[in-house]
């Protein structure tokens, strides 16, 4: 059996930002009309390393692919031992024979996807004319979501990063300023970051609310990435019981997403969350309704997205005769 190896680096040297966010938006698409397959993803805690490993399979019928993302998250690595907090490796499959075609690095495929999933919930729930951009946690995750940002919206004037660590901040702006000609104004508080922009991007690994619904204007749209397991949280849960509150998966959400201490605790009830993202893509359900309402994208990452986005690096890759064959 020849399965076709894809490095870290080939998948960077293939993935581009636009294709991502197309590729996520179908496969939104696909989920809101009913016709993926996705079990929730499954689970193993680290309690020892702070950290856990998840394993999560899906199957969209249209693209006719199936696929197995294998990825941890492990917040204290980058201090701890040099690495990743998030590194990931993904799996295609052949559904009409169940054969495995390729295994490729999953670590800037999640971080482009989970970008491209912010950037498809940006130009479906944001305010139109939204401009500028605040970024809270200025790691992986935040590179993309700018470079989303950059994609969806109709010129970005302004970009406002806070980071807990001030050299983290300071490093995204010099990269902004090098990859995307950008200037983020680097800020001494979060609530420097948020107030008054028209879209926010929080992605920390934080466990205790870190953007307050004080500071958070009426119109904005705020993509809140960051909380993908239980007991993370990043934005104060006022925010949530006011705002329109879409998730990418409802029972992933409330096991693991923004909403999930605040469903816990009782504060937040699951019937006061609007709908899932897919449903606003597929025209099912109406996104934004006014532009004063307060929008929130509650991404816990889905499977389908790594699967879709997977996918579009398979096709490029064979078409362009990058990565090795080897006989598995
Ligand atoms: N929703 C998704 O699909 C998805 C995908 C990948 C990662 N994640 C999650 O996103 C989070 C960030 O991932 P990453 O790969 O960017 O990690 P990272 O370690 O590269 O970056 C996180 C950044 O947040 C900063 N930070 C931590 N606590 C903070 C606080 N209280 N206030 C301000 N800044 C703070 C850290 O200093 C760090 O720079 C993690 O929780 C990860 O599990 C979610």
């Not at 969806?152 to 000609?181: H, I, K, M, P």
């Amino acid at each position: 059996m020849k399965v076709l190896l894809l490095k870290e680096e080939e998948v960077r040297s293939l993935l581009t930002m636009r294709e991502a966010i197309n590729a996520v938006e179908t496969a939104y698409r696909e989920k809101g009309l009913g016709r993926v397959q996705m079990p929730p993803k499954t689970y193993l805690y680290f309690h020892e390393a702070d950290g856990d490993l998840r394993v999560m399979p899906s199957y969209i019928p249209s693209l006719g692919r199936a696929g197995v993302k294998l990825v941890n998250s492990h917040p204290f690595n980058p201090e701890r031992f040099g690495l990743p907090t998030v590194m990931a490796i993904v799996v295609l499959y052949e559904p009409r024979d169940g054969r495995p075609l390729a295994v490729m690095g999953g670590t800037w495929l999640t971080a482009v996807r989970t970008g491209a999933g912010s950037g498809v919930a940006t130009k479906y729930l944001a305010r139109r004319g939204s401009r500028s951009v605040g970024v809270v946690g200025a790691g992986t995750q935040a590179r993309t979501q700018l470079m989303a940002m950059v994609e969806v919206l109709n010129g970005v004037s302004e970009v406002r990063v806070y980071d807990r660590r001030t050299e983290t901040a300071r490093a995204f702006a010099e990269w902004a300023s090098r990859e995307l000609g950008l200037t983020p104004r680097v800020c001494e508080s979060a609530a420097d970051c948020v107030r008054g922009v028209d879209v926010l991007c929080t992605a920390t690994p934080a466990r205790s609310p870190i953007v307050m619904a004080e500071w958070v204007a009426p119109g904005t749209h705020i993509n809140a990435i960051g909380a993908d397991a239980p007991g993370k949280q990043e934005l104060d849960p006022r925010i949530l019981k006011s705002a329109r509150v879409f998730v990418d998966d409802m029972e992933q959400a409330v096991h693991s997403g923004e909403v999930n201490v605040p469903i816990r605790q009782g504060f937040l009830r699951v019937e006061e969350i609007t709908g899932e993202i897919g449903e606003v893509v597929a025209g099912r359900k109406p996104g934004r309704t006014s532009d004063s309402e307060v929008t929130v994208y509650d991404s816990t990452g889905l499977a389908i997205l790594d699967l879709a986005t997977g996918e579009l690096i398979y096709r490029k890759a064979v078409k362009e005769g990058v990565g090795t064959w080897i006989e598995v």
